[in-house]
């Protein structure tokens, strides 16, 4: 009698940790830098890519937005690739735009990170068709969109999508 009651617990146990571990899964921060010298952002969720890039004079704007951590839920996996010609870096959730991109030449950086396929805000896409390097622009602010849009950027639509939060 007493074995069956402690099985019955250890099962209630991990059935109740299982169910909250997914209602809250983790979220992951994306930092974003500027590259005065070229005008271009970057994202990245490595804290020492971050360091690295501060050291060599990039600015540090904080966490550009959130991202998927581990969980069970379908994600959109962004992909992160650089144009050595331009020395830019673009970001895109389409695995064929990212393949295209690396057949004409870019690098697949082998940095990417996973973002909610349908929770949280849209990343928005801008273009600047007058810049050399820093050519796409991704924020999740409606303002900074708007102002961009302003001064000559072409909307691009949603990217992706991204927690403003992390929890």
């Not at 921060?29 to 690295?52: D, M, V």
């Not at 000559?152 to 991204?162: I, S």
Request: hydrophobic fraction near 35%.
């Amino acid at each position: 009698m007493m074995i069956m009651f402690v099985g019955v617990c250890v099962l209630g146990t991990f059935g109740l940790s299982s169910k909250a571990a997914a209602a809250e899964a983790p979220r992951v921060a994306i930092n974003r830098l500027y590259n005065p010298n070229s005008g271009e952002h970057l994202f990245t969720p490595s804290n020492f890519e971050r360091a690295t890039l501060i050291n060599y004079g990039w600015k540090d704007e904080g966490i550009g937005f959130y991202g998927q951590g581990y969980t069970t839920e379908k994600t959109a996996y962004v992909s992160r690739v650089y144009n050595p010609n331009a020395g830019d870096h673009h970001y895109t959730a389409d695995p064929s735009e990212a393949e295209y991109l690396v057949k004409v030449g870019w690098h697949d950086d082998n940095i990417g990170f996973h973002m909610p396929f349908s929770k949280g805000q849209p990343v928005y896409r801008l273009y600047n068709p007058n810049a050399k390097a820093g050519a796409h622009h991704f924020t999740l602010l409606k303002s900074e969109r708007d102002h961009l849009i302003k001064v000559g950027w072409k909307n691009e639509g949603v990217a992706f999508n991204a927690y403003d939060k992390l929890q």
